[in-house]
């Protein structure tokens, strides 16, 4: 198993960038799928980005439509830790952004995940 703990939110400008970190304890990473939900007041889960890799190489990402060109996830296996970099932010990226680790491919599905971190707040004011 592995236990994920998330940081680096805070309340930023629109316009600004920030970069979460998710620091994995137990197995690797890369030998999970790894991804990125988020939620909002009054909104439901929502998926954000995921990553696979292979052979120590990232072989696969996904992001929603509202982040592609703006979100970056990669990762670092000498740290053991995968990170959201997040460029141009919008007030509606404001959300609790949460971390999280599929034992098999979650096909997208929040309800694949088997672990997950408690999340860290970012607020984008306009």
């Known amino acids: 198993q592995v236990q994920l703990v998330e940081s680096g939110g805070g309340t930023v400008q629109a316009g600004d960038s920030l970069t979460l970190s998710c620091a994995a304890s137990g197995r690797p990473f890369i030998t999970y799928t790894m991804g990125w939900f988020r939620q909002a007041p009054g909104k439901e889960r929502e998926f954000v980005a995921a990553?696979?890799?292979?052979?120590?190489?990232?072989?696969?990402?996904n992001y929603i439509d509202s982040v592609n060109g703006r979100f970056t996830i990669f990762g670092d296996d000498a740290k053991n830790a995968v990170y959201l970099q997040m460029n141009s932010l919008k007030p509606e990226d404001t959300a609790v952004y949460y971390c999280?680790?599929?034992?098999?491919?979650?096909?997208?599905?929040?309800?694949?995940?088997?672990?997950w971190g408690r999340g860290t707040q970012v607020t984008v004011s306009s």
């Open positions: 999280a680790a599929a034992d098999k491919i979650p096909y997208g599905l929040a309800d694949r995940y088997d672990f």
């Open positions: 990553a696979r890799w292979n052979g120590g190489r990232k072989v696969y990402t």
